[in-house]
Each structure stands twice: as structure tokens, then as C-alpha cells.
């Protein structure tokens, strides 16, 4: 089959540079977002986005007439869905979260009118297991004149099949080309239609399973990095009761051949590592037990920074007896979940940037190289100033994301500095 046509449901980090590379690689590029804002700008042949490269990428698509975007859905050969998968809003601490598949409800909702016989569908949203059975229990619920793969199998009017997505933020354009995808289809047709279209533009294999195990491949992946973090970042929080400066210690712990500890951080955040576990031990709880705690530690790591700060407060106060908290100036450096780019999703800096402003009743000050202006969420309790700036004028500097620009900080002597990235 010819895929002329594609749609990609959802403009954001994923579903942006999708589009704009099956639109490089020739194909009519139909983007879908419910985002006015995203739709203008992508228009324009501009981003709304952070991506090394992908502005070029796109502005050329868009000039060669193989992008557009729209709000509401058209007639398409594959619909590729990118849209988020939050959490159901929890009622308890200990409860645990459980997957909100309203977008991609929400998506096949709003693609049922305009699907075709022979049209294929693709599920890229990083989802809990079973969720593209669902998206195309709903695509039959909105199309009763179709059929689908659960009923007729491969002589199915509409293919369904799952493929997360498996890129690097700060890297997706180059990983989209190179990385390879697992192909989870419904059926053997639905996964054999993947790999054509997919290979439109992927260099690395296109490996086929089922839709369950594509779904559960990208949670493993990780899930098995947040396990390795909690390792991580446990051992920062024993190494500080016990003195010991942890980066040093896994250094040396690292020089054994089959030994590669990962860096400890303020956290971990993104809409993947801190998200993807979620998924399986929602689906799991009495069997994801390794899972469930690593998820616990590195969600309490973020406390335990405030509560740093909390220390260093009150050891400036007792080295300064004559200031008060108001005299106290604190500069947060970093906001984004992981180093040179501005996705704040999920972010640990974000959310210990948020918590210091709370808290302290002096000064704060963000430092994000990688924004123009703070979330709704901050603009009213701190500030965002330039790198030079708050060197000069913190009293306390916490240091929660390693961007380039802060490599070579170098702070004056009574500065107190909290670095939960080894850099200083």
C-alpha cells in the first residue's frame, strides 16, 4: 500500500518532528493539535518547541507545501496519534496512580469521522498495556460501519498497531532516522503495514511483536532506568549521612568492568521515566515490587533537597546573625527535567524551584538559559534572571539541572551551595 497521506494527532515534542519527517521524506503531512497557538506558529514554518534542528526541518516543509496544520482532522491514509498520557488526579498519598487515557480517547474520537476502508492507525502515545485494544475498541464504538482487527482480524477495513516512540529529547531528530522501532500491530497485517510506512524514514529495523508487547517494551525501558536512578540517588542520600562525597565513590565503583552507576539528581522527571512505571505497577501492584520503590525513592528525592535548603538557611542566619530569612537570596539553577533543552515536564527542578518559593520569604531567583519567560506556576513567586546575575546576588545557590552554561559556575566563598549534579 501507498501511504500518501499521513496525520499526525498531537504537535508536541514527539509529534512535531514525526510529522516534519515524514514531510522531509516526501509525504503530504497533515498535523493535528487542539493547540491554536502550535497550529499558527507551525504555519508560519516555525516551532513551539525546543529541538535542535527541527525548526529548519519544518520551516521547509512547510514551505514546500508537504506540512500543514489544522485543529480538526482530515481524511488521512495513517493517522499517527502522539498525544500525553497523564494520571487520574490521586485522593491519597499512598494511593497509586492510575493512567488517564482521555487524549487518546479524546483522539480517536475526533479521527472516527474522517476514517476509510484500508486506512491504518497508529497508537505513539507511551501507554499502560492494553490501551491500543481500547483506542480501537473506541474506533469501533464511533464507526459501526468499519470493521476492526479484534473482530475480523486481518481482513480488517481499519490496522491498528502500537509503536512508541523511543527518542532522546535534544537528539529526536537524528534517533528518529537511526534508532530502530518496535512494531506492535494487532494482527500480521497491521505490523507489516507499520514497518511500510515507518520506513519511509527509519534507517534502524523495525522489529515486529504484538501491540501488548510493544506497549510493555517502552515501559521496561523505563522502568528499568528509573531503577537504576533510585539506585543512584539512594546512594547520594546514604553517602551524605555518611559523609562520603558520592560522585567520587562512583567514580571508583565504576572502574570494575561490569559496573556502570548511574548519577544521582534531584530526582527524575520527564513524561517518560517518571511516568512509564506508573503504568506498570498500576496494572501490577502486588508483582512490580523493585518498580513501585525505586518509583518512591526517587519521587521523595525532591524533599530531601528542601529540606538541604531548609539546612542552609538556617546555617546562613547562624553565620550572619545580623540578617533575617528576608535578607536571604536563593537562586534555583535549572528548571527543565534534564540538561539543554526546555521541556519542564514532569521536572524535579521545576517542582523544588516551586516548593523554595514557598517556603522562603525572601528572594528567589530561577535560572532557565533555555526560556524566555516562567510558568504561570512561578511567575509570581520568583523571578527568572540571567546566569551572571544570580551568581552575583545568590546567598544560596541550588544547582538541579547540568546545563552547559553551568559547567565551569564558579561561586564567591560565603556563597552556600546545594549541587544535586556534581558540578561544583
Known sequence: MSFETISVIGLGYIGLPTAAMFAAYGKNVIGVDVNQHAVDTINRGEIHIVEPELDAIVHKAVTDGKLKAVLVPESADAFLI???TPFLQIENDGDIPQPDLKYIQ????????????????????????????????????????????????????????HCPERVLPGHVVRELVENDRVIGGMTAKCSELAVELYKTFVKGECVITNARTAEMAKLTENSCRDVQIAFANELSIICDELDINVWELISLANRH??????????????????????????????QAQIIHVARKVNDAKPKWVINKVKVAIAEFLQENPTKTVKDITIACFGLAFKPDIDDLRESPALNITKEVAKLHSGNVIAVEPNIAKLPNSLSSVTELKDFQHAIREADIAVILVDHKEFKDIKFVSSTKVIDTKGIV
Open 82 to 84: 502522539a498525544v500525553p
Open 106 to 161: 479524546a483522539a480517536a474520537k475526533a479521527i472516527a469521522p474522517v476514517l476509510k476502508k484500508d486506512d491504518l492507525v497508529i497508537l505513539e502515545s507511551t501507554s499502560p498495556v492494553g490501551a491500543t485494544e481500547q483506542m480501537a475498541n473506541w474506533l469501533a464504538e464511533y464507526r459501526s460501519d468499519l470493521t476492526f482487527p479484534k473482530t475480523h482480524g486481518d481482513a480488517s477495513d481499519v490496522r491498528i498497531a
Open 257 to 286: 568492568p561490569r559496573i556502570n552507576i548511574l548519577q544521582p539528581g534531584p530526582g527524575v522527571g520527564g513524561h517518560c521515566i517518571a511516568v512509564d512505571p506508573w503504568f506498570i505497577v498500576s496494572k501490577t501492584p502486588e
